[in-house]
């Protein structure tokens, strides 16, 4: 992929009824659940993030790459530049990154399924702290489009990534900060109030 990621993210504790009207919109399952594990690099001085940049290594189905530039926001749907690419080798794509001179500064897990509806995805996240959705498409009004089917909120869209919603958690649980598994969570999920999100329906 490259081009502009535009989506929107909302808080969805029970995706019961998320997956419901799903089915009863005929949206196409394109993947099924699948466990990712996710590294994000930055450079000793956290120069990426300073500049609201992303640089992410994924193993889901296949090893990816992906670049993030700045975010922009409105009315609920986030934009930015994306450049993503399959690799070949997740350890490979990892000593060469290092070798560049960037460390990870992030490890993240989490389960996901996407489904296609109206040329957008819809994705299920099943994080280590909650359960979100996240919608992606083509332009602004196709986002929102789907989000009014899905009866999702767009006044309650999350505004922040998981990487900083973690650190936001960690700080209220006082958890370490560098790594967010499900195994960190395991005895107790934080509330809405320590993640400091609103249920989107």
Known sequence: MNGQEIEAKFYAPNFRKIKAQ???????????????INLRFDTFKR??????????????QS??????????????VASRQEIEFEIADFAAGQKLIEALGFEVV?????????????NTQI???EMPYGNFVEIEGRSLKSVQ???????????????VSYHALFERVASAMK?????????????????EKELGVEKAY
């Open 63 to 76: 090893a990816k790459l992906t670049f993030k530039g700045p975010s922009q926001s409105a009315q609920g």
């Open 22 to 36: 799903l089915t009863a919109l005929n949206a196409t399952l394109i993947q099924p659940r699948t466990h990712e």
């Open 106 to 118: 992030f490890f993240y897990e989490k389960h996901r399924a996407i489904y296609e509806l109206n």
């Open 123 to 125: 994705m299920l996240d």
């Open 145 to 159: 489009k789907t989000a009014r089917l899905l009866e999702l909120d767009l006044s309650k869209a999350v505004k």
């Open 47 to 60: 120069e990426l993030r300073k500049q609201g940049k992303v640089l992410r290594l994924r193993q889901d």
């Open 175 to 191: 958890l370490n900060a560098d790594a967010l598994s499900f195994k960190t969570f395991k005895r107790r999920k934080p509330t």
